[in-house]
């Protein structure tokens, strides 16, 4: 009993991640029909760089903050050089190997610095793990989930009680008719890209203490949040969140029942078998043919 | 053109002759020899990503499944290179129909990530299944290259590998320019388009996810007897990156690009050691570099800068041809077609579309489909070819049921179509786009294609006449090399319809072909359609322009709110009170609301 | 330290003179040493440890006047911790290049995809860090692979014996990454217990930058063992010492020298007690040799205190590759792959991790390794610095 209360926990810990990852797919997604396919490296941007300021003198709070400040920022500045130009062209290679590249580089300065070492960032929330029904887990791993939660319901209201949000709906709904009805489209998808760079960031900068920032940390939760994000169906956001907690029990499971070894297979088979049912993921919109 | 393919294969061959040649050391000519293994992968998945328009990231799933297979093979079974190459590529293509199945299903960025998802699962197995694949060691002492038992020195494997590359870029060049190249293609640009014209969309891309498999398979037996190592880190997810970046970097779609791209990429990493520990990022700014300055690629950029210094002729010359008439002309002995649609009902959740319509077009006529905007007009063309499948009824052509079939099937049947937003394969030439429309025309099969037998070539000269000849007939052979995208819009609308009839159709459907068009194109449209009837082929017009329908129409059938309410001759049909009253007895603002959806 | 200079310049000297005779003949190679290590990717610390240590003792040795009358030369390559890298790497430096050795990395899968290569062509290897065992011990005769570093083998008794001196229960559990260095090791972990009648009660494996490791943890818990034997990097051993106080168990954990980075910073106290092997601490009392080379990193880097010199094995296992390397080629008396090879075994030195008395020896093939078990170091991490195990508040 308490081995399956652990496995919920740590997957939901884990999970938890994949979901705010996935939650920031969905955002890019749903205003550019595109997305950065290195979103993993915000993780490690707001991991590393709470790391560095903290180093640097400023307070763990401020440090953190400016962090996930960065993140966004990094959000924007891609969108525009990398995303941007190639929006309007025929097929997606284009976006996805310029965000690819991005990725590249940023990780290779992250490598130069960290020389491929982890660096801890300290946090109240580790300090000592907690007992429920018998199983450990850490105060900041419970946050994680929580936050993945906030954040969907955030968005939500964002979406329904903000201008911005507003205009992203409408941008995800029909993207040239939001345009004739005078929103600024260019505007939203940078918004939604800075939104999904502080969501990114956010994530390293929770999971950083347990897991350790470093130049890496963000390569697997990337590719497994746009996974998840797939699988929930990338264009809804409660989809790709139940989908990332759910991803991660799963990964506990297979982990404990399985093998360590088998985590990766069976997860990536499931989803692509998810997707040879439901072609838009579990919870997405589907999409009626026009000819 | 085509003296520059031929150059440039001799430039290949001279090239790949003069290499081991001019080799300092062992280390270049082996490094060389990685560059043709490379080649053969980039040349094989720009079948997939330049002719076909799929997005592939698990590339290296294929090449870790070709190397494994080839390895295993060889050092459990004592199988020599020739057959382990030939087993690994067969078990590669294997996963490449598997790989293609979702393609039914999901496209785009959703494709990309199955693609990733399978490298990722291929990498991860081979770590897993220890006993068989050695786990993270990997698999040691692959035997040096053998065929039939004797030992192959490094300058005959050498020889091996540039002459697999040179008829690998070979038969992907002839691939392109066969009838299979033109279908991918054609689906890559418009899905929909190549559909109606009668293309297993389905097929073509798997053809294309086989192609790329097979070519990895091999390239990966070849890896392996190459290194005599493999291990799982050979095969990851930015190995995939670097197979696309080959084929993004020489350009998508040119025969020469590829192997370009490979030679560029297995290079770099040698040039790029000198950075020390900032070569990945010079990488990673390269590769953004390209996208930016030369997105086309570099044969891609090249071919554009050369087609606006020398730009090829526009025009044909029309006595080229074979007359549109030849073409089209039936036995007139045989029976004219006829379509009967019987009791057809659409419905899309809630919403009737069409409810219980039936409709026969007689066998030679032309047949007027009108009704307001939102009728169901749409959703009858889109039902009857195959698009929306019907939630009642039956619809079948000279007898033959349609019901239920795919709208490639409908199409090869003799039902061929245009569309109201025009659906042209935008990056073809004119006269490829009609050549796409005749494909049903053309017998030979994939090893013809291939070969470039002389069978195959005088079929596709026949092909090209014809097409010429269709041209012709809707005046279009001035613009005949010029690419689709860049006609003004009412060359768009008769172009549809040269491809449309490119297919041989029994019965033409034409959605909106006036719409848009100016006065004295609606005129040229009058007659064209008449000369068309004239042939025998039967005629199904979708239409709003009431004067070109009475100047044409033997037969008006009109349609309001899914409902057939007339179909009689256009006399009748005009004075008809429930006509007059469902097209005037409405409000102005409705028609207005229902204009506002397209 | 003067007349030893002035010594070995007469030897050079010496060794100069009967090279040039030699040279016409047998010298195609040229007076460099090919460095193929991880200067990226996720090990890139250790290319440059590495890099620092051969810097160092070839800057000594030119100084000294080089080697047969030449500068000794390090041509650096990234290998990028890939095994293909590895391979293109060690053609290029011993065909492109014409060096007389390659020095090898980080990563065990590289050393074992070089083994093939580098004995097609015949040129000397000298791995500096890569620990595991079949690399060097690969059944080849002649045998181009030479080590001065852990060997795996050895590394799994020294561990196993500690690990039987602390147990109670006399139940082992041992975790291990899911690499060729970790799996490598498990046949010698294995075999280690087995040579003391004992099974391991638990094997758990995990992949580079897993997060979480309780399942294999609650399964090792479960098992009832009171000591963990960890062959990990310092991220992931941090996961397992998280996962182990979430799931309330507190076993002896005995590492190998994987963890020696930062492993202390990374779990806080949670790593006071974890023991772990080492070839090469600066932070005890240096000889004369260990103060130079601490003053040249200092020289080169800047790093003033030993206990910020990370990776200390992989510097000074380099520093000392170099040197046996340089003797050999003195001995050899020509820059010649075949010769240095024979050389090898005849070089005889004092080391700044060991004394190397003779450094290999050609009639036993688990004696392609220089560094012998009774030179493995036993430290402990204790409040944030690893500390020696001896004298420490852990040593009851």
């Known amino acids: ?242 989908a990332g907690l759910a991803y991660g029990v799963m990964e506990k499971f297979v982990e404990g029942y399985i093998s360590s070894a088998a985590r990766e297979i069976v997860g990536f088979s499931v989803m692509i078998l998810t997707l040879l049912v439901f072609p838009q993921g579990l919870f997405g919109k589907r999409e009626v043919m026009k000819v | 053109m085509r003296h520059l393919t031929t150059i440039g294969f001799l430039a290949l061959a001279v090239i790949l002759v003069a290499v081991p040649l001019a080799s300092n050391n062992e280390y270049e000519l082996r490094l060389f020899m990685l560059f043709l293994i490379y080649g053969i992968i980039a040349v094989g998945l720009n079948v997939l990503v330049g002719l076909t328009g799929l997005v592939s990231l698990g590339q290296a799933g294929l090449f870790a499944l070709g190397s494994y297979t080839g390895a295993i093979l060889a050092t459990r079974l004592g199988f020599d290179m020739v057959s382990s190459a030939l087993v690994a590529a067969i078990v590669a293509g294997f996963f490449g129909v598997l790989l293609a199945y979702p393609t039914v299903r999901v496209r785009g960025v959703y494709l990309a990530v199955v693609t990733i998802a399978f490298g990722l699962i291929v990498e991860n197995v081979a770590i897993e299944w220890q006993s068989m694949t050695g786990g993270t060691t990997g698999i040691t002492s692959i035997p040096s290259p053998n065929v039939f038992g004797f030992r192959l020195s490094g300058y005959a494997y050498y020889g091996l590998l540039a002459v697999v590359l040179f008829l690998a870029a070979a038969a992907a060049h002839n691939l392109k320019i066969s009838r299979f190249g033109r279908a991918m293609l054609a689906v890559s640009q418009s899905e929909t388009a190549a559909r109606a014209l009668g293309v297993d969309a389905t097929g073509v891309r798997t053809l294309a996810f086989v192609a790329a498999a097979v070519t990895a398979g091999l390239a990966g037996t070849f890896y392996a007897f190459l290194n005599s190592y493999i291990s799982p880190d050979i095969f990851t997810f930015s190995d995939s990156v670097r197979f696309l970046l080959m084929v993004i970097l020489g350009g998508a779609a040119s025969t020469f690009g590829p192997i370009l791209g490979a030679y560029i990429l297995t290079y770099l990493p040698e040039y790029l050691q000198q950075f020390a520990v900032w070569q990945k990022f010079a990488y990673g700014a390269l590769l953004l570099i390209v996208m930016f300055v030369m997105p086309r690629g570099i044969m891609g950029s090249l071919a554009f800068g050369l087609k606006k210094l020398r730009p090829a002729p526009r025009a044909v010359s029309a ?177 549809e319809i040269a491809r449309a009839l ?83 007895g409405t409000s102005l603002e409705h028609a207005d609301a229902a204009e506002a959806t397209p | 330290m003067l007349p030893e200079t002035s010594l070995r310049g007469t030897l050079l000297a010496a060794t100069v003179a009967l090279g040039l005779s030699a040279t016409g003949a047998f010298a195609q190679q040229e007076p460099c040493i090919g460095n193929s290590v991880a200067v990226t990717g996720p090990a890139a610390f250790s290319g440059q440890a590495i890099k620092l240590g051969a810097e160092i003792a070839i800057d000594e040795i030119n100084a000294a006047g080089g080697v047969l009358g030449k500068k000794l030369k390090l041509i650096q390559y990234d290998d990028a911790g890939a095994p293909p890298r590895g391979v293109d790497n060690t053609r290029r430096i011993a065909l492109a290049d014409k060096c007389i050795a390659v020095l090898g990395g980080f990563h065990s899968t590289v050393a074992l995809a070089q083994v093939d290569p580098i004995h097609e062509i015949g040129i000397p290897y000298m791995g500096v860090w890569a620990a595991n065992t079949k690399a060097i011990e690969n059944g080849r005769d002649p045998n181009f692979m030479f080590r001065i570093s852990a060997k795996d083998k050895w590394v799994a008794r020294f561990l196993v014996d500690e690990a039987l001196k602390v147990s109670k229960s006399g139940k082992i559990a041992f975790f291990y990454e899911n690499t060729g260095w970790g799996n490598g090791a498990l046949p010698d972990i294995k075999a280690a217990l087995a040579a003391k009648g004992k099974e391991l009660a638990a094997a758990e494996t995990f992949n580079w930058n897993d997060q979480d490791m309780t399942p294999q943890v609650i399964r090792a818990r479960d098992s009832g063992a009171d000591v963990a034997i960890v062959w990990s990097l310092d991220r992931e051993a941090n996961q397992i010492l998280r996962s182990m106080d979430k799931s309330s168990w507190k076993p002896t954990i005995i590492g190998a020298w994987g963890i020696s980075g930062n492993l202390g910073e990374l ?125 420490s508040p852990y040593d009851k």
Request: aromatic residues 8%; glycine residues 10%.
């Open chain 2, 502 to 584: 490119a297919a041989r159709p029994r019965l033409l459907l034409l959605d909106e072909p006036a719409a848009g068009l100016t006065t004295q194109e609606i005129d040229a449209l009058e007659e064209m359609i008449r000369r068309i009837a004239a042939l025998g082929v039967s005629v199904l017009l979708i239409e709003h322009h009431v004067e070109l329908i009475m100047a044409v129409a033997d037969t008006v059938t009109v349609l309001d709110y899914g409902q057939i309410i007339a179909s009689d001759t256009p006399a009748v049909v005009q004075d008809d009170p429930r006509v007059i009253e469902a097209y005037f």
């Open chain 1, 1 to 242: 009993m308490s081995t399956v209360v652990q496995y919920i926990l740590s997957g939901l810990a884990i999970g938890g991640i994949y979901a705010l990852v996935a939650l920031g797919f969905h955002i890019m997604w749903s205003s550019a029909k595109a997305v950065n396919f290195a979103h993993g490296d915000t993780l490690m941007i707001g991991g590393l760089l709470a790391v560095y300021f903290l180093a640097a003198g400023l307070p763990l709070a401020l440090a953190c903050l400016l962090a996930i400040l960065v993140g966004g920022l990094f959000g924007v500045v891609l969108e525009r050089i990398a995303v941007r130009p190639f929006l309007g062209q025929h097929g997606s290679v284009g976006w996805m190997l310029t965000t690819i590249a991005i990725g590249i580089m940023v990780e290779s300065v992250a490598t130069i610095q960290t020389q491929g070492y982890a660096l801890p960032l300290p946090s109240p929330g580790i300090a000592s793990s907690i007992q429920i029904l018998g199983a450990g887990v850490y105060p900041q791993e419970l946050a994680i989930p929580v936050v993945a939660l906030i954040a969907m319901f955030g968005l939500r209201l964002l979406q329904h009680h903000t201008l911005i949000g507003r205009a992203m709906r409408a941008v995800a709904h029909n993207g040239a008719a939001a345009s004739l009805m005078g929103i600024n489209v260019f505007r939203v998808v940078a918004f939604s890209f800075a939104l999904a760079g502080l969501l990114g960031a956010a994530a390293g900068v929770l999971v950083a203490p347990v897991v350790q920032a470093s130049s890496t940390m963000g390569v697997l939760p990337g590719l497994k949040g746009f996974a998840v994000a797939i699988i929930g169906g990338i264009t809804s956001a409660p989809g790709v969140v139940v």
């Open chain 3, 267 to 391: 779990a806080g106290p949670l790593a006071n007690g974890v023991r772990v092997m080492q070839t090469y601490s600066f932070q005890t009392e240096q000889s004369a040799t260990g103060k130079k080379v601490l003053a040249a990193i200092e020289a080169k880097t800047g790093i003033k205190d030993p206990k910020d010199i990370k990776a200390a094995s992989g510097i000074a296992d380099a520093y000392d590759a170099v040197y046996l390397l340089a003797d050999a080629i003195k001995i050899a008396g020509a820059y010649d792959w075949k010769k240095v090879q024979a050389a090898l075994y005849e070089v005889s030195r004092d080391g700044l991790v060991a004394p190397y008395k003779p450094a290999f020896d050609k009639k036993d093939p688990e004696r392609q390794d220089a560094l012998l078990p009774q030179y493995y170091l036993l430290t402990v991490w204790h409040d944030g610095k690893l500390i020696p195990f001896k004298g």
């Open chain 2, 319 to 495: 006595t080229e041809g074979i007359l549109a008439e030849d073409t089209l002309r039936r036995d007139p002995n045989a029976l004219r077609s006829e379509l009967v649609a019987r009791d057809l009902t659409v419905r899309f959740g809630g919403l009737t579309a069409l409810n219980k319509a039936s409709l026969r077009v007689k066998p030679g006529e032309v047949h007027a489909l009108i009704g307001p905007n939102g009728a169901g007009k749409s959703t009858f063309v889109n039902t009857i070819s195959g698009f929306y499948r019907p939630t009642e009824g039956e619809f079948e052509i000279d007898g033959v049921q349609l019901a239920g079939r795919k709208s490639h099937e409908i199409a090869r049947l003799g039902l061929s179509r245009t569309f109201q937003n025009t659906e042209l394969f935008g990056e073809l030439t004119v006269l490829e786009n009609v050549m796409v429309g005749y494909q049903q025309g053309l017998g030979y099969g994939l090893a013809a294609a291939l070969l470039r037998t002389p069978a195959m070539r005088r079929q596709e000269e026949e092909c090209r006449r014809a097409a010429i000849g269709l041209l012709a007939f809707v005046d279009l052979q001035d613009y005949a090399n010029e690419e689709a995208r860049f006609l003004p819009f009412g060359l768009q609308r008769r172009l």
